[in-house]
């Protein structure tokens, strides 16, 4: 089983980030195998919204996109962590969303395989549930509209420092065990 976590912070070994990472260490310490990729180590360029994609099968633009949407194609599960910054995702997760597009053929049918299952993380500052709900449920139609399905959720806030989550030592246990529970 293979398993990839993709942060869109641009805080490296951040909050968010280490959500995720006590995701796929619970995930590896059940037998998966784990990978991590963060969004800011990738050049990653908007979508132009000049629909070659649907023409000729495949995006022009000549950036690490394609490299990081085969590493989801590979995947059996995807956990995607952000950070929220006023009541939305950060700025680097809105152009790997939208490249997504270009993976779409003309009918908007996708070639990603179906079933691949997705894991929601999210980190802020003072926001509650209902803020991070909104967030969620937003992530979730995204992978569910090119097949993945519902893996999990799991947020914590008050983490305005970058090592704040370590404030939350049952929320780290709470992590672990979700990536656990991952792995049949």
């Not at 990081?68 to 995947?75: A, L, T």
Request: net charge negative.
């Amino acid at each position: 089983m293979k398993i990839i976590g993709i942060t869109s912070s641009p805080r490296k070994s951040g909050n968010t980030q280490r959500l995720v990472e006590h995701i796929l260490i619970g995930a590896q310490e059940a037998g998966a195998k784990t990978e991590l990729i963060r969004l800011c180590d990738f050049d990653i360029q908007p979508c132009t919204g000049c629909d070659v994609c649907k023409k000729d099968g495949e995006c022009i633009i000549q950036d690490d996109m394609e490299e990081i949407y085969q590493k989801i194609k590979e995947s059996d599960i995807v956990v995607f962590g952000s950070p929220i910054y006023w009541f939305r995702l950060s700025a680097q997760a809105y152009p790997f969303i939208d490249r997504i597009y270009g993976h779409f053929t003309p009918d908007f049918s996708c070639d990603m395989p179906k079933g691949k299952k997705i894991v929601v993380a999210l980190t802020c500052g003072g926001e509650d549930i209902e803020d991070m709900n909104t967030t969620n449920d937003y992530l979730k139609k995204v992978f569910q509209y090119i097949g993945f399905v519902d893996a999990g959720f799991i947020w914590q806030n008050n983490c305005n420092k970058p090592d704040d989550l370590s404030n939350y030592p049952e929320k780290i246990m709470e992590a672990k065990q979700l990536g656990k529970s991952l792995v049949p």
